[in-house]
């Protein structure tokens, strides 16, 4: 089992910058891909950015040079640095923790919202 918690989240002008925590509640570096997904006003989920068990990452191409995502192993914890931000990046964002086995659990955090608005 692992529980994850987002915070950082709150209303910022546009051209700003915020960084989004992911707190996990175990160690979860090893085994698990780390992603970070949102929900604006569209019916679906997007995809924003991934880092993989060995330190990969991946982005949207909506978010490529502006958006960076790491991670604190000692502290179970992964980022989102978000730059240069955009009234179309405003959404809920989600921690999302993937087994590197498929089929095996997944998890998803609560969300953190994030306005950009002048």
């Known amino acids: 089992q692992v529980q994850l918690v987002e915070s950082g989240g709150g209303l910022v002008q546009p051209g700003g910058s915020l960084r989004l925590s992911c707190a996990a509640s175990?160690?979860?570096?090893?085994?698990?891909?780390m992603a970070w997904y949102r929900q604006g006003p569209g019916p679906q989920r997007e995809f924003v950015a991934r880092?993989?068990?060995?330190?990969?990452?991946y982005y949207a191409d909506s978010v490529k040079g502006r958006f960076t995502i790491s991670r604190d192993g000692a502290k179970n914890t992964v980022y989102l640095q978000m730059n240069s931000l955009k009234p179309e990046d405003t959404a809920v964002y989600y921690c999302?923790?993937?087994?590197?086995?498929?089929?095996?659990?997944?998890?998803w955090g609560q969300g953190t919202q994030v306005t950009v608005s002048s």
């Open positions: 999302n923790a993937a087994h590197i086995i498929p089929g095996r659990n997944d998890y």
């Open positions: 175990k160690s979860i570096s090893r085994i698990y891909n």
């Open positions: 880092i993989t068990s060995d330190g990969s990452t």
